[in-house]
Nanobody, 119 residues
Framework: VQLQASGGGLVQAGGSLRLSCAAS????????MGWFRQGPGKEREFVAA??????RYADSVKGRFTISRNNVKNTVYLQMNSLKPDDTAVYYC???????????????WGQGTLVTVSS
């Protein structure tokens, strides 16, 4: 199983980034996919998740971030707009058999990609 996250970088506040996570080694269509993040000195927190068609978002990113998936390319995306310095974190993609928000329910994890938002 491999989850390869990419797309992180340095962006100014108000800017946008799109993260991608390419999955392999499992039946992608059978899994919900999630994005989590861990900021400096903080615990890992839920950002967004998507099943076949339903999405869920943390309140802190609702209206700014959009999660989507391409089941042909086995890839999940996170479009991040109106970024704030508080969004600075390592972002991880993960796979779960059910659409949930708790990290412990996700069995597969990627390596993370760093997003830094400057003020």
């Amino acid at each position: 199983v491999q989850l390869q996250a990419s797309g992180g970088g340095l962006v100014q506040a108000g800017g946008s980034l799109r993260l991608s996570c390419a999955a392999s080694g499992f039946t992608f269509n059978n899994y919900a996919m999630g994005w989590f993040r861990q900021g400096p000195g903080k615990e890992r927190e839920f950002v967004a998740a998507i099943s076949w068609s339903n999405g869920r978002y943390a309140d802190s990113v609702k209206g700014r971030f959009t999660i989507s998936r391409n089941n042909v390319k086995n890839t999940v995306y996170l479009q991040m707009n109106s970024l704030k310095p508080d969004d600075t974190a390592v972002y991880y993609c993960a796979a779960s058999r059910v659409l949930v928000t708790t990290p412990a329910s996700y069995g597969y994890w990627g390596q993370g990609t760093l997003v830094t938002v400057s003020s």
